[in-house]
């Protein structure tokens, strides 16, 4: 049997990564459709929420697909969080 602690690391990072993405989605949002140039607030946005979560994802891969599957579902994780906070905040 493998040892779950680099599962369970992996799905922290996931969840970590998703609170990032999907907060950082939302706050480019709230604050995109009030600046004065929005199609550079939302692009710089989506490069900059893009790198981070691929490097992120880059690094879990290394430890092999079961890792990756476990940050996947803390990404999900992250993005049903998310939406739910949102909801309630917006």
Do not use: H, K, Q
């Not at 550079?40 to 992120?56: E, N, Q, Y």
């Not at 994802?57 to 906070?85: E, F, K, N, Q």
């Amino acid at each position: 049997m493998r040892d779950i602690g680099p599962i369970l690391e992996a799905l922290a990072i996931g969840i970590f990564l998703g609170a990032l993405f999907f907060g950082g989605l939302w706050w480019t949002v709230r604050r995109g459709l009030t600046a004065t140039n929005p199609a550079l607030w939302f692009g710089v946005s989506a490069l900059i929420r893009m790198a981070m979560t691929l490097s992120g994802l880059y690094y879990v891969a290394r430890a092999g697909w079961p890792s990756l599957l476990a940050c996947l579902c803390g990404l999900l994780i992250a993005r049903v969080a998310t939406t739910r906070l949102t909801r309630i905040a917006g």
